[in-house]
């Protein structure tokens, strides 16, 4: 429910399997667009960010960064 609170350009949030990142700054970087992101905010995003990018190291290692805690079960 906190992720969801998340979901604009200003704040955005998205849970990747079992973390929650912090995609605000990467929302202008992103090399496929911002719109690719913000689709993403405030949402459970690992079908899309999995379907996309898999276990390519480069984008899990840049996700890593944007880390910013875990999902409480």
Known sequence: AEVAEHATQDSCWAAIDDGVY???TWIGSHPGGPQRILNLCGTDASVAFRTQ????PRPNVQLDRLLIGYLRS
Do not use: E, R, S
């Open 22 to 24: 912090d995609l605000t």
């Open 53 to 56: 990018h898999g276990i390519k």
